[in-house]
Every structure is written in C-alpha cells, then in structure tokens.
C-alpha cells in the first residue's frame, strides 16, 4: 500500500502474518473480556476431544476427532463467546424498553451477555418480562392451532444439534406444513442445489485423509485464517510439503499469503511464517465462472494439440454430457473469458498446466463461489472441471464445498428441508402414524416474501439472527412486525429478536459446552462436519441459568402444547437422546447402528456415492453442466456502478459481531468502511479517507447505505468491499439465484457517491 497516504482514523496498514503471536493475544483478550479467566483453559482444552464439545465455530473436521487440542483464535472466541460470564435477566430486561436496545448496536447486543429466563413481550411497558416456561408453551399452542399449518414458517440456524433440527421437522410435519426456511438457504444452497445434479449429492467428497495425498489445491472464494482457522493447519502442512495452492479471491486475504502456525514452536520463536498460496489471483467479483471456464479452454485446447490431458476412461465410463459441454467451452472466446474474469489468458493457461499436471486435485470453495445470482451453475463448473482429469472418487482428490454453521449439513441430512424427497415423507408416516404434507413448503427468501405479504402470520426460530442475516432490512424488518407470534430459540440477545410481533417470546437454551442433564443422566447431541463425518458432542460447563432448558426440551414443549392428538412420545425423546436417534435411524438412510457408532471416538462417515464412483442421479451418471455465457445476470446496471462483495471481519460470527477490528485488513475499532481498489477510486475521483454514500444499482431499487469511509485496499478492479450484516440493506430480497433462492451477497451491483472530503474521526 501506497505510505504516502493520508492518515484515516482505525486504518493501518498490517504488514504481519495471519496467525502467530496476533492470534495468542487475541484469544487472551477474548478470554479476559468474557470468561472468568480461571475456567477459561479448561472450557478451551475440551473443545473438539473426544468426550467434550464440539467447537460451534465451523465445520471444518477433526482429525479422527481425538487429536491433542489444536489451538484455532476464532474457534476460542466462539466458545469464550458463549461460555460467557455476563447475565441477560429479568431486570435487565425490565431496566431497558426494546424501543431503546433497537438504537443498540449488534455488537453491543449480544455482548449483553447469555439470556437467562424465558421471557414474552409486554406491549404496555415496551419490555420483555419473565414467563414461566409451560404458560409460555400452552400460549404458542394456542395461537398455532388458530392458523392454517402453511402461515407458519420453522426457521432453522445451523448451530441446532441432530436431535433438536430432527424434532423441529417433526414439529412443523405434524403440525402440517413443510416452511423450513433455514441458514443454508442464504448459504451453500447453491451446493445443495448444484452438486446432486453434478454428482448425485449434495456434499463435499473429500476427508482429511485426501489432503494428505493431494498434488494441487484450487481455493475459490473463501477465507479460511478467518472462517476455516483449523483448515490452515492443513494448508500449511500442504504448502510445507511444497504442494502448489492456487487461490482465486479478488481481496489478498492475509491468511490465504502467509500464516504464522501458533503451534509451531519454531514459527513462534522466530517470528517466522510459510507462504501459504502458490499462485493468488484477484479475480473480479462474480468472474469465476469465466476463469474457470479459461482453464477448461485451456485444457480442452491442449487435449486437442497432445493428447493425454483428459482422463477419457472416466469421461467415457462414468459421465454424461461431456460433448456439449466442451462444444460449449469452444464456443466462448478469450476475450470474454479475459474481460469478465478480470484475469488473463496466459495466467488461466498456467492454472490448467498445473492442473493436467496434478494426479490428484482438491478444489476447495466457499461464499465466493455460491452468493452469486448463477451460484448454482458456478458449483455445477467447479464439478466439470474435476470431471474432465477424473478427480472424483479418487483418492486424494475431489470437491471440496467449505460449510458454514457448525451443523448446518447435519441439519439437511436430519430433514430440515423445504422440499422433502417422497421416501423421507413415507417412512415419517410408516414410523410415527400421521401424514406429513406433501407441498413444498418456503425457503428463506420466500418465508420472508410471505411474511411481507401478510401469508406467513407465524415464525419459530430455533436458533439464529433471521431478519438481520436476510438480504434487504428495510423490508425484512417491518415485516417481523406484522407477524402474529414470533418464537425466538437463542442463547444470546440480538435485533431479530427486539423487531417483536403482536406476541413475541424469548426462549434461553443450553449452548453446546454446557451440561445438559435429563431424566436419564447427562445427554450427548450429534453434528455432521463438513466431510460428512457425524460425532458426539458433550458439554460439561455449568448452565448459564438454572432456567435454561435444552434445544428438544424447548421443541418438544412447543409441540405438546400445539399437538394435543400428537403420535410422538414427545417427553420420552428429551428424557433420553438415544430415543431420538433411534427414529433419526428409522426414518433415514445412512445412520445405521446410530447410537453404537457415535459412542467410537471420531465417530463415522455419512454414505457417499461418488467417493466410490456411484453416481445416485437420474441417469446414474456424473453430468456435465452449460453455464449459459460467462457472466452473472446484472440487469440493466449502466455506468460507473461496481460489484460489492458483502464481507466477515475477522472479529465477527455472522451477524455476532465480536468486536470491532479486521486486523488482518488493517481496519481497527469500527466496521463503517468501503474497501476499494486505487484505479475504481481514480476514475472516480475518490481518495482514500473520503466519506461516501452507496447505492443499489438495479431498476427499481432505491436502497442506500450511507457514509462509509473509503479505504484504498488490493482488490480487484471493478469490485468493492463492505461489512455484513451492515450493508444487507443494499441486497434486494429478489436479487438471487433462481436455482436455489441464494441472495447474491457477493455482487451486488453498487454506485457510490461522495459525501464529503473532510476525514471521519471516530
Ligand atoms: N470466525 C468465523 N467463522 C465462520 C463464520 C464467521 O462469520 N466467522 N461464518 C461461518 C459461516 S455460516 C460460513 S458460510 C463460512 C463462510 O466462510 P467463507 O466462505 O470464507 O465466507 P466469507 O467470509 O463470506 O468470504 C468469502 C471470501 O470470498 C471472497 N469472494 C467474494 N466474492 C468473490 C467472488 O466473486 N469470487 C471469489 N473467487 N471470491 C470471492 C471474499 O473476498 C472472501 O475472502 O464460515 C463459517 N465460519
Ligand atoms: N450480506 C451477507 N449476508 C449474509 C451472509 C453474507 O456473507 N453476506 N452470509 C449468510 C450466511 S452464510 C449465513 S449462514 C447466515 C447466518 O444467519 P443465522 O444463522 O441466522 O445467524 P447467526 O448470526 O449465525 O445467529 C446468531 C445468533 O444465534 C444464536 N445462537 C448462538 N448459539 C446458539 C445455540 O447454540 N442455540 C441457539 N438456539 N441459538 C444460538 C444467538 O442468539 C445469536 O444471536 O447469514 C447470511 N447472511
Ligand atoms: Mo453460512
């Protein structure tokens, strides 16, 4: 970065490794600001072992799920951030009306600390007041049984453990709708979307164990030193080893450059690092799909001139659609490829040399890849490129989609979905007697569009920050308030939960490192990690009130009091989880032996076809894709309007937000800045500290997000950069991929005006 610059309050230059002695001191701080400190190493020592919890950071894998404690920052903070000693109560609550806490920043509001009691809003005083938990039950029961099923939408965040996300399903299909608007809906629907018509599945098909016999990783979109921290293990140990690691992301993320490992004794001593990719390039926002179909170009091209670069065998034995895919490939010029990616021939070519170079490779994607209006169809060409070298189902290759939310995937498989398969749906009505709905029922996007309509009159949260997480605020917000009932399963306070409906509770719940005891001794819950590996997980922490009652305790409570001819032995389940299991393995392929298999440490692998070459789609085969161009759809954008990708600080969960800094982007004690590239900056005659307002460039759209102060950063042309949740409000709700309803966080089309010359002080 350019040192003559003008001075800009919070933004300085950081010049060190992601990880190293940063991350220790920040897990420190974290510790000491949350955590009486001398809990603090004990709660830490047990996340991911065997008899412990499982981190809710992310859901990246253990080694067999029994390693020695691997030190992860964020993963610290996500724990600390739970295991918190501040109190949300009954006074509280009574001290502050919800008009004051909405002027709260997100910040400021789950930094409150843990709710404690169940609470229900009171319109007279404009608080929440305590409820006991059965008058509470008996009242959402009572409303529900006054709406038709389809008003009311279960809404899921991926935290929920196996069991409860299994009674929640169970609850709505019962109750007769299938609403199941869920977090991956604005998350990897586009892989749970893409990849079944790809290869039959809906899941990454790599394990660890292919990392450690992969040749060449290509990472696509995602920041793992912030959101995968435990994933840098491995691609430090890759690069060590010297296998190349090609990344494409239009920011230089820190961690994806260099990365100092906190358990390398070495590293730490010396203050030294390892450069982590081999190649980096800046890609456009929203122009992978034309890299990626440059490196097919490529390869295709030199298939043509010397042979030997495909794997034909595979092509021709195990796929479908190969012809017109590379008829299509053929068609697209270099010229497009060059202007949409942003990248160049030579550059793309050189990625395809390495890659008919490689005998085995990992391509690696997160949001990057999915928040895009073609995000299915960029997943479905990540799949052809592997398919065209045979790098499916092969050892030390394959795909490898980066999930979000702990469980988000273990909340899929468990039937959390909107459009439930005829099989899933008859074994329900053999195992429990009643008939669940057929119809499907709403995505995230359209429970919403429902709530605005005035169709949907109730929503259930287990878990989650719905209305701030969803695209377009302004609309998002007013229509929580025309509910009848809103239902909040939380741990900790936040803004979807304050933007009450005519009735609204507030129900605290056992986070996972906590002890959850039922009638039958102390209970284990289940998650899937994102290589499908299902595995126990047990909190020991004291609860953070002797109110809190468990994720299915809380559900099952909800159920009874709605389903007065239920068929399900509701308090039987919550007495012992094993029950629960029981009729997970009932009524859904792959978990046999449930119980016994999740008692092994490590626990056990979900079935997947392709990881044997057994493709479970229509034609039995793997299929090509046609991505339709090399461009997302922008309509009708006009001049000077850039691309902003919708972006995580290193400081934040999600919409939790943990504190306020992005250290490894330089950004320091406050979130309201523009990430811009120096040429866009030019041509707009902007310079770096200038007060900006931003605006959606899309027909019809009059959203704006106003003063943010410009920060010259290195990133691609054309694309800019701003913090989520706060910039949510310029992504209209109907700007998503039509394939899978994912909003396109990443590229929304933006025009940015200044505001003013004078520098922010803060
Ligand atoms: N600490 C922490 N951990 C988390 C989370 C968190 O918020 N904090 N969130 C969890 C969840 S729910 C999820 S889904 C995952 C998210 O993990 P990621 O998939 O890493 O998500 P993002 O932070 O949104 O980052 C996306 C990356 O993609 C890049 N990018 C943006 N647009 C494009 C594009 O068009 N093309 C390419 N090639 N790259 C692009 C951005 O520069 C950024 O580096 O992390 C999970 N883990
Ligand atoms: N602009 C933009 N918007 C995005 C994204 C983006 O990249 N850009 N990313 C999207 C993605 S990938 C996702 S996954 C969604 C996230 O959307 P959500 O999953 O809805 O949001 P979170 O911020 O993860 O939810 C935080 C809340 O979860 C509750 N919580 C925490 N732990 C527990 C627990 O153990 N149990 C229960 N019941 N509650 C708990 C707390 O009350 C906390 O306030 O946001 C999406 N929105
Ligand atoms: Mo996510």
Known sequence: MNNKRRAVPGIRHYDGPAGGWGA??????????????FDAPATLLRTNQPDGFDCPGCAWPDKEHKSTFQFCENGAKAVTWEATSKRVTPEFFAENTVTSLLAKSDFELEGYGR??????????????????????????????????????EFYTSGRASNEAAYLFQLYARE???????????????????????????????????????????????????????????TLHELSRRGVPIIVFNPLRERALERFADPQSVIEMATY??????????????????????????????????????????????????????????????????????????????????????????????????????????????????????????????GICPLRGHSNVQGNRTVGITEKPSAAFLSSLEKVFGFTPPEKHGHDAVAATQAM????ARALLCLGGNFAVAMPDHEQAF???????????????????????AKETYLFPCLGRTELDMQQTGRQSITVEDSMSMVHASSGKLKPASPQLLSEPAIVAGMALATLPQTRIHWAELVADYDRIRDLIEQTLPGFSDY????????????????????????????????????????????????????????????????????????????????????????????????????????????????DLTVVAYNISAGSVGAYYPEANVLVPLSYRDEDSGTPSYKSVPVRITLRSKEIRAI
């Not at 195990?318 to 068609?331: L, P, Q, V, W």
């Not at 605005?452 to 169709?455: P, Y």
């Not at 229509?479 to 399963?489: C, F, G, I, Q």
């Open 272 to 397: 030294g690092s390892t450069d982590i990719a081999s190649t980096y390039f800046q890609v456009r926002a929203g122009g992978d799909a034309a890299a990626i179909k440059g490196i097919a170009k490529h390869l295709l091209e030199q298939e043509t001139e010397r042979g030997s670069v495909l794997d034909h065998e595979f092509i021709a034995g195990h796929t479908e659609g190969f012809e017109a895919f590379s008829a299509d490939i053929a068609a697209t010029s270099w010229e497009s490829i060059e202007r949409e990616s942003g990248l160049s021939r030579v550059d793309l070519a050189s990625v395809a040399t390495a890659y008919a170079k490689s005998n085995a490779t990992i391509i690696t994607y997160g949001m990057g890849i999915t928040q895009h209006n073609k995000g299915t169809a960029n997943v479905r060409l990540i799949a052809d490129l592997l398919l065209l070298r045979g790098n499916i189902g092969k050892s030390g290759a």
């Open 595 to 706: 119980n016994q298999r999740i008692r092994i440490p490590g626990g056990f692998r979900m079935p997947l076809p392709p990881t044997e070459r057994v493709w479970p789609t229509a034609s039995g085969k793997a299929m090509f894709s046609l991505f339709d161009g090399v461009k997302e759809n922008a309509p009708g954008v006009g001049d000077n309007t850039l691309r902003m990708i919708t972006l995580r600080s290193h400081d934040q969960y999600n919409t939790t937000i943990y504190a306020l800094d992005d250290r490894y982007r330089g950004v320091f004690g406050r979130r309201d800045v523009l990430f811009m590239n120096e040429g866009d900056m030019a041509q707009l005659g902007l310079e770096h500290g200038d007060r900006v307002d931003i605006s959606t460039a899309l027909p019809g759209c009059t959203q704006s997000l106003n």
């Open 478 to 500: 007013a229509a929580m308030r025309k509910l009848d009932l809103s239902v909040h399963v939380g741990t900790k306070l936040n803004r979807t939960h304050l933007l009450v």
């Open 452 to 455: 605005i309509d005035g169709e």
């Open 175 to 233: 109750l007769g709708t299938n609403n199941f608007p869920d977090c991956s809906n604005m998350c990897h629907e586009a892989t749970s979307t893409g990849l079944p018509r790809s290869i039959g599945i809906g899941k990454g098909t790599v394990s660890l164990d292919d990392f450690d016999k992969t040749e060449l990783v290509i990472s696509i979109g995602h920041n793992p030193g912030t959101n995968h921290p435990r994933m840098m293990d």
């Open 115 to 152: 709710l404690t009691q169940p609470m229900v809003y009171d319109r007279a005083s404009d608080t929440f007041r305590a409820v006991p938990w059965q008058q509470a039950f008996d009242r959402i029961g009572e409303i529900l049984r006054g709406l038709p099923p389809d008003a009311v």
């Open 24 to 37: 220790l001191k920040a897990t420190a701080i974290a510790v000491r600001t949350q955590m009486d400190t």
